[in-house]
């Protein structure tokens, strides 16, 4: 939706309340004392009761809102500004936005909302013909590598390195000019310590559908992927080559580090992951259009809450 209509549909608190409410209805709620599934609604304590054991669970509760005081009218602006851009918004123009007096719980914010991004896409497996790479993005040096000689090369301290999947369909017939001859449909990106086939190769095997057929460079990295997938075509690619071979894992790359050039500073290693996962999520769902925000709330609803920074 536009921002006239968000203003229009989410004039207040209340009416935050009441939309977060009828989706939390939607998907369920499960008591956590009992895991019974039947509650009543109080309403002049907003919150809910199970009918077995009669605890009570705050509207928040086990959602991506759990134990956060800010209001929910800046987890739905929030929301609505992740999702209806291409880009992205830091955590500082967030808070200028909302005029907060406080940094650090904007920030945390946003975080919650890029894991709950993250855990809908973990869902779900790639198929097909999939395109394997790795990338290096750039971040901060960690703390106890920056009194350390600055190496050179994949073992650089401020490149992490990503794993990159995409799923590719080749197109069929005659290509138009310029066109790529592959089309894409999803992808993932999954911050790895270290490029090891022992490390690589339980990641693709929870994140691939085993009857897929894998495409990479000859990397040894790749040489286990074998015996987990249907087919693994490894081939020594010339680096003039990489855009014809791999073409939709390389432009993810390169997309995903212009954005992050774009719209942040220098980013720590450990976030990395929560930053990729906001352009994976809304890249996966490019054409949802005004979908996509009820489709974050979905996520947020049933969203389990597993983030270790306490919102103020």
């Known amino acids: ?121 973990e869902q779900y497996e790639l198929s097909g013909i999939i395109e394997l790479d790795e990338g290096f993005f750039s971040t901060e040096i960690p703390d106890d590598e920056k009194n350390k000689p600055v190496k050179r090369g994949r073992g650089r301290q401020k490149k992490s390195k990503v794993l990159v999947m995409a799923e590719s369909i080749p197109q069929d017939g005659e290509s138009k000019k310029h066109s790529k001859p592959r089309s894409i449909n999803h992808i993932k990106m999954i911050v790895i310590e270290d490029l090891l086939a022992d490390t690589i190769t339980p990641i693709v095997e929870q994140n691939v559908c085993l009857s897929s057929t894998v495409d990479s460079d000859a990397s040894t990295s790749y040489a286990e992927l074998k015996n987990i997938v249907k087919e693994h ?15 939709w894992v390389h432009i993810a790359i390169s997309n995903a580090k212009r954005l992050l050039l774009n719209t942040y500073h220098d980013i720590k290693p450990e976030y990395l992951q ?3 996962n906001e352009f994976c999520y809304k890249f996966n769902r490019r054409y949802f259009g005004q979908n996509l925000f009820d489709r974050l709330l979905i996520a947020t609803v049933s969203y389990k809450n597993q983030f270790r920074y306490k919102i103020r």
């Not at 039947?38 to 605890?55: G, I, N, R, T, V």
């Not at 075509?233 to 073409?247: A, H, S």
Request: charge should be positive; charged fraction near 25%; proline fraction near 5%.
């Open 274 to 276: 929560s930053y990729l």
């Open 233 to 247: 075509r490894p081939k020594v690619i010339p680096k003039k080559e990489v855009g014809k071979m791999l073409p």
């Open 1 to 121: 939706m536009n921002l006239l209509n968000f203003v229009s549909q989410f004039p207040n608190e209340e009416s935050c309340k009441i939309k977060w409410k009828e989706f939390r209805d939607e998907q369920g709620v499960v008591c956590p004392k009992c895991g019974h599934t039947h509650h009543y609604w109080k309403s002049d304590k907003e919150c809910y009761e199970c009918k077995k054991c009669k605890y009570r669970q705050s509207l928040r509760s086990n959602t991506v809102m759990h134990g956060s005081q800010l209001p929910f009218r800046y987890w739905f602006v929030a929301m609505h500004l992740l999702t209806s851009t291409r880009k992205s918004f830091s955590a500082s123009e967030l808070q200028r936005q909302l005029g907060h007096k406080y940094y650090e719980p904007i920030w945390a914010l946003l975080h919650k909302l890029r894991l709950a991004m993250g855990k809908r896409d």
